[in-house]
């Protein structure tokens, strides 16, 4: 095999490109994670619990709420799974960031990671328990839930996701070339 073949010239991008997108990931996700979790200690040292603030009048306002169910509050007798699906799936996209070698995946995944660990800290380690934590949610809009940055990273991730297999855009580099 000569240097000019596919496979020869591949192997080496390819590494680089999987480090890069790896890294971008985890950058992604460790920003995302931070202004999530800052963003929350704010709310909870200066919003009381219930009161609105309005931001943009009749748009947005922050609105301190404790969350023990998934989106829109559903299943809110059901914390500990929650929890259990958010350790999963954060579990499977460290697992799978080995493989990424396409940066707006590596962006889509980093986003939803970031989310989903500013989630299950809350989870984890906020009252009334270990793993019976209530979400601190704060971000309010007229006619829906309320929500967090976390919850943001999130549905934009997935967002992203599903336009990346709509069109067809893969995560990987196929073998042989």
Same mark, same amino acid.
């Given at each position: 095999m000569t240097e000019h073949t596919p496979d020869a010239a591949a192997a080496p991008g390819t590494s680089r490109v999987g480090r890069r997108c790896l890294v971008?990931? !985890?950058? &992604? $996700?460790?920003?995302?994670y931070?202004?999530?979790q800052l963003s929350?200690?704010? #709310? #909870? @040292?200066?919003?009381?619990?219930?009161r609105q603030y309005p &931001? +943009? /009048?009749?748009l947005l306002w922050w609105e301190h709420i404790r969350n023990s169910g998934a989106a829109f509050s559903l299943g809110s007798d059901y914390t500990w799974v929650f929890t259990i699906v958010m350790a999963v799936v954060i579990v499977a996209i460290l697992w799978? !960031?080995?493989?990424?070698?396409? /940066? =707006?995946? $590596?962006?889509? =995944? %980093?986003?939803? !990671? %970031? %989310?989903?660990a500013g989630n299950l800290t809350d989870r984890l380690f906020r009252e009334p328990g270990f793993a019976h934590g209530? &979400?601190?949610?704060?971000?309010a809009v007229p006619r829906f $839930?309320?929500?967090?940055?976390?919850?943001?990273? #999130?549905?934009? %991730?997935?967002? =992203? +996701?599903?336009?990346l297999i709509m069109t067809n855009r893969q995560m @990987?580099? /196929?073998r042989g070339g």
């Amino acid at each position: 095999m000569t240097e000019h073949t596919p496979d020869a010239a591949a192997a080496p991008g390819t590494s680089r490109v999987g480090r890069r997108c790896l890294v971008i990931s !985890l950058l &992604v $996700a460790a920003a995302w994670y931070a202004a999530d979790q800052l963003s929350k200690l704010w #709310v #909870v @040292e200066n919003l009381p619990i219930g009161r609105q603030y309005p &931001v +943009i /009048p009749g748009l947005l306002w922050w609105e301190h709420i404790r969350n023990s169910g998934a989106a829109f509050s559903l299943g809110s007798d059901y914390t500990w799974v929650f929890t259990i699906v958010m350790a999963v799936v954060i579990v499977a996209i460290l697992w799978n !960031l080995r493989r990424v070698r396409d /940066p =707006l995946w $590596a962006l889509a =995944l %980093g986003l939803v !990671l %970031g %989310g989903a660990a500013g989630n299950l800290t809350d989870r984890l380690f906020r009252e009334p328990g270990f793993a019976h934590g209530h &979400v601190v949610d704060f971000i309010a809009v007229p006619r829906f $839930a309320i929500f967090n940055v976390a919850d943001c990273g #999130v549905v934009v %991730g997935v967002a =992203l +996701i599903l336009v990346l297999i709509m069109t067809n855009r893969q995560m @990987e580099v /196929p073998r042989g070339g």
